[in-house]
């Protein structure tokens, strides 16, 4: 168990709708990454988040956005949605605000989306 | 444009036997290079993570190579385990530019049969 939670674990919906996704980092880290990985695809960066404010864009799409609130928990909003976003979204967190430090990041075990 | 590559793309090899992964890359100048398991549907689980001027660090069965002059890693597995199938990511940070510049590779797909 990494610390870091995710829901919810799956998330069934249809094309067109909005759906909001939820991480809690772990205790005492100020950094949230989103990453989606589709189906036998690599890891791809989404965003990050460090103490509320937006550090890092990665390949997200316009149609998605993310937050991160006071109490460090973070959610990230997939609208409009195709086929081609159905994926697992993981969510991981660090203490530091990442780019070159050699920090520890631990992942969330993800929620798997389908849009139908 | 940075660029990680990993090989092979997969393997199958025999439970006891050892095996070794590679991960090659084009990030210039380096900071870090990171190791992660991922077993199928759950999150990447951290294995190492070497600095630009460490050429080897061990994780239990787990050891890493770093070769930065050659832009080489490789990951070795010793008397693999059943509970090592999985995916092995290669990840590598710049040592400049923010998050977005980590270059992640698509990993190598390891199954290890009885």
């Known amino acids: 168990d990494s610390g870091v939670t995710q829901t919810p674990k799956h998330l069934i919906t249809a094309t067109g709708q909005r759906v909001t996704l939820r991480c809690s980092p772990r205790s005492g880290d100020l950094s949230v990454y989103w990453y989606q990985q589709s189906l036998d695809q690599g890891l791809q960066f989404l965003i990050q988040?460090?103490?509320?404010?937006?550090?890092a864009k990665g390949n997200i799409l316009e149609r998605f956005s993310a937050q991160q609130f006071p109490d460090l928990h973070s959610e990230l909003n997939l609208s409009s949605l195709e086929l081609g976003d159905s994926a697992l979204y993981f969510c991981a967190s660090s203490p530091h605000p990442g780019g070159a430090s050699s920090y520890e990041q631990y992942f969330g075990p993800g929620t798997r989306l389908t849009v139908t | 444009k940075n660029q990680v590559e990993q090989s092979p793309q997969s393997l199958i090899i025999l439970e006891g036997k050892n095996c070794t992964l590679q991960c090659n890359y084009t990030v210039s100048p380096f900071s870090n290079l990171r190791w992660y398991k991922q077993d199928t549907g759950r999150g990447p689980v951290s294995l190492t993570i070497m600095t630009f001027s460490e050429n080897t660090k061990s994780n239990g069965r787990y050891t890493a190579t770093l070769d930065a002059d050659t832009k080489q890693s490789s990951l070795h597995i010793t008397a693999s385990q059943l509970s090592d199938s999985a995916s092995y990511i290669c990840?590598?940070?710049?040592?400049?530019?923010?998050?977005?510049?980590?270059?992640f590779g698509t990993g190598t797909k390891l199954q290890v049969i009885p």
């Open positions: 990840v590598v940070s710049p040592s400049s530019g923010g998050y977005q510049k980590v270059t």
């Open positions: 988040y460090y103490n509320g404010e937006e550090r």
